[in-house]
């Protein structure tokens, strides 16, 4: 692990399906996300996804790179940019910006981000784990 390297990305279409399903496993069934009549209605002018649907893919992202440190001891912390929408393809990506070594394990710091299919950050963040290896 380096100061600048990246890590390899995940890419995901989100589609209402998923949304729906989002909603039965983390009980958050706001109409916003799945009632499409409503959501016109809105300042978002249609169906939008979870927010944490998208951080979903910047942790299995850090999950398929770290495996079982960033399942243990993983810390994320995102802020929320642009809203996601049925179709849109989001990309989760990153890269270190610290490696601390600290005894027999290095606490890893990245920038995390989700981007969509236009190329807009919608999720921006910092991960950090305390990596055994």
Request: charged share 25%.
């Amino acid at each position: 692990m380096n100061v600048g390297q990246q890590i390899n990305p995940v890419s995901k279409r989100i589609t209402q399906e998923k949304i729906n399903k989002y909603a039965r496993a983390s009980g958050d069934f706001n109409p916003l996300h799945l009632d499409e009549e409503f959501a016109r209605k809105t300042m978002f002018k249609g169906t939008i996804a979870h927010g944490l649907l998208s951080v979903a893919y910047i942790s299995e992202m850090m999950t398929n790179w770290l495996g079982d440190d960033w399942l243990e001891g993983g810390e994320l912390e995102v802020t929320f940019l642009l809203p996601v929408r049925p179709g849109d393809v989001i990309t989760a990506g990153g890269r270190v910006i610290e490696c601390v070594r600290t005894g027999s394990a290095t606490k890893v710091v990245c920038e995390v981000y989700c981007k969509n299919q236009r190329d807009e950050m919608v999720i921006k963040g910092t991960t950090s784990c305390l990596v055994k290896k």
